[in-house]
């Protein structure tokens, strides 16, 4: 679900020239507006009943206990299942701590070397399209697909980095993705493989939308390449920044694939989003439990969420 | 990629200076090496998986996965074809795929028009309510969305399960809701930006309101339409969450949610793994080469100008 996230939406409004707003409503006749409200009423509809009200639910849910078996067994519960997660449910606090580095992990390794793949690639080099195809190619590719191509990788006997590494068939060979001391690295270096392509073609698109004449007043002024870019190039890039940070912290947040492909989020790959899912599928429903877990969820995405439309929307109009 | 027609032409002339053009050179030496190592590191998995497939089991048993010795046919994948049933799961995603697709188009192109080209009261509220849903993370909704597809009666001529659970409908419904939000921001930027004299004069003419948006706005917004059209289809095609929320039976399953029980179905046969994997990426990888200019232009549409 990680790929929703692409709203690498623009907030380069300040660019556009303010609409002028002809046909004001004024002008519409009476079948106009009618047919008005209703290309307005059907999405705004869907999205009423599909969206915000579930997500009110949510919240409402949280506060209750039930099994979803049936609508007259929902019991009201206060705070107790907040109460539960805190304290009584053992994989809470390591999938808050696996989500925190989840988001370090992408921020500090996947997202910069995205980054700097764009940087390479936009020199003009021999064989750009080439490169750019095949650091592309796994953004095109499901996340459970990616889970299971790693897990070609990763396996005792048959994966290609224990037979690499000479541990295949042995009392050393490593279970990258079952071992609980590492496996959250495996799959973090799963999601990279999928996460820098990403980054690298927004930060393409953003790397040739920069004023050229902005290179060579560096230049002239005696700017070396580094300073040039840190200088100049990146922070000219501010609108994609403020992008592709926003969607590394919404990526981080929704991770939940990959680690379910692997072994449902358990066994050292538990993340909120898995503890959702598990507490809401299969037997023994915990509706409550689910719900404030979702709860949680929805808090923090709010955060980024907030900063990005604040951000997106500010030159009012 | 290069020729992204939404972004900026870049590098129009090469203003450098001779010496730091020098340097430039040299620096490209390491740039390539740096390339080749990494796009190395980033093909290794996938054709790790295809080597994989096309080797069958007895040979690798024999010879070890990590080896060149044997047969290489295509045995795993008519296996793996057979016995997952993968055909019915494609089947399944072209079912759920193609529905999405168009009526996400449809209204977020109709509520991006109203959004962009009209200003009345709660235009811009509401944009930002539809680009907010877009960017929740799933799981939020995931529960009072099971909750009401199950209790949520369908008569039975419709849904054999009587409810909206383990239907085609839950699926399709959920992701165009949630895609709308994504579709509407990135139409109504590109829709802003077309010049308004086009729809006064329609309107001087005398075209209604949606004479406008059929006959003028929408075949200008054809390029965007193309980019968001091959980005959605890629997502529906990729997404895992909803399908193994609501769909119970295998049969219904579209093939990303039902690779999950390629591990289950071939135990530690890792070359059907291979094989399965393999053909779950020949669709995705077509619709790369045939539009790759279109999923990049969506990718970046809104990043641009837009």
């Not at chain 1, 992990?105 to 996947?110: D, E, I, S, Y």
């Not at chain 2, 046969?269 to 393999?278: F, W």
Request: charged share 10%; with cysteine; glycine share 8%.
């Amino acid at each position: 679900m990680s790929t929703q996230v692409a709203s690498p939406a623009a907030a380069s409004r300040a660019k556009q020239p303010a609409p002028r707003r002809g046909g004001g409503s004024h002008k519409l006749s009476a079948g106009d507006k009618g047919v008005l409200a209703v290309m307005v009423g059907i999405p705004t509809l869907i999205q009423l009943i599909l969206v915000w009200i579930p997500m009110v639910l949510s919240i409402a849910l949280s506060f209750t206990k039930w099994n979803a078996l049936a609508l007259s067994d929902i019991k009201p519960a206060g705070l107790s299942n907040y109460d539960f997660v805190l304290n009584n449910y053992p994989p809470f606090w390591p999938a808050v701590e696996h989500n925190i580095i989840w988001l370090l992990f992408l921020a500090v390794v996947a997202t910069p070397l995205g980054l700097f793949l764009a940087v390479l690639l936009d020199q003009n080099i021999r064989g750009s399209r080439f490169y750019q195809s095949v650091f592309f190619t796994p953004v095109m590719l499901s996340l459970p697909l990616i889970a299971i191509i790693w897990q070609l990788m990763y396996a005792r006997n048959e994966g290609l980095i224990n037979n690499v590494l000479g541990t295949a068939n042995g009392p050393n060979a490593v279970d990258w993705f079952g071992d609980s001391s590492i496996n959250l690295w495996a799959a973090l270096i799963a999601a990279t493989w999928r996460h820098a392509g990403y980054i690298m073609v927004l930060y393409l698109a953003g790397l040739k939308g920069i004023d050229p004449s902005l290179r060579e007043a560096a230049a002239i002024d005696g700017a070396s390449s580094g300073q040039t870019f840190f200088r100049v190039v990146f922070p000219s890039m501010r609108p994609i920044n403020i992008v592709v940070v926003v969607i590394t912290i919404i990526e981080a947040l929704r991770a939940f694939d990959i680690v379910y492909i692997i072994n449902r989020g358990t066994n050292g790959l538990e993340l909120i989003g898995a503890l959702v899912v598990q507490n809401l599928v299969g037997e023994g429903q915990v509706i409550g439990v689910g719900s404030a877990l979702a709860v949680m969820l929805l808090v923090v995405s709010l955060v980024p969420i907030t900063f990005y439309l604040a951000r997106t929307f500010r030159r009012g109009d | 990629m290069s020729s992204n027609t939404l972004v900026t032409p870049d590098h129009i002339a090469d203003p450098i200076p001779v010496e730091t053009r020098g340097r430039a050179k040299r620096r490209h030496g390491g740039t390539h090496l740096i390339l080749i190592a990494l796009a190395v590191m980033w093909l290794i998995p996938l054709l790790w998986t295809l080597y994989t497939a096309l080797r069958p089991k007895a040979e690798t048993d024999k010879y070890g996965y990590f080896s060149v010795g044997g047969a290489y046919n295509f045995e795993n994948f008519s296996k793996a074809w057979e016995q997952a049933g993968l055909g019915t799961y494609f089947v399944n995603s072209v079912i759920i795929t193609v529905p999405t697709v168009l009526l996400t188009l449809l209204f977020a192109s109709m509520m991006a028009f109203a959004v962009s080209r009209f200003s009345w009261r709660f235009n811009v509220t509401l944009l930002i309510m539809f680009t907010a849903g877009n960017l929740l993370p799933p799981q939020v909704l995931a529960a009072p969305l099971f909750s009401i597809f199950k209790f949520v009666p369908l008569p039975l001529s419709i849904s054999d399960s009587g409810n909206f659970l383990n239907t085609y409908y839950s699926v399709i419904m959920v992701n165009t809701a949630f895609q709308i939000g994504f579709c509407t921001f990135v139409l109504s930027n590109y829709m802003k930006a077309l010049p308004h004299e086009l729809t006064e004069a329609a309107l001087v003419d005398g075209a209604g309101v949606w004479k406008q948006y059929y006959s003028i706005v929408m075949p200008l917004c054809r390029p965007a339409l193309a980019a968001l059209g091959t980005l959605e289809v890629i997502f529906i095609y990729n997404e895992f969450f909803w399908p193994l929320l609501f769909i119970q039976s295998g049969s219904r399953l579209p093939i990303t949610t039902g690779i999950k029980n390629l591990q289950g179905q071939f135990l530690n046969d890792y070359n059907l793994i291979a094989a399965g994997a393999t053909f779950t990426i020949i669709p995705t990888l077509i619709i790369y080469i045939m539009l790759q200019r279109h999923f990049v232009a969506g990718l970046t549409l809104g990043a641009s100008k837009g």
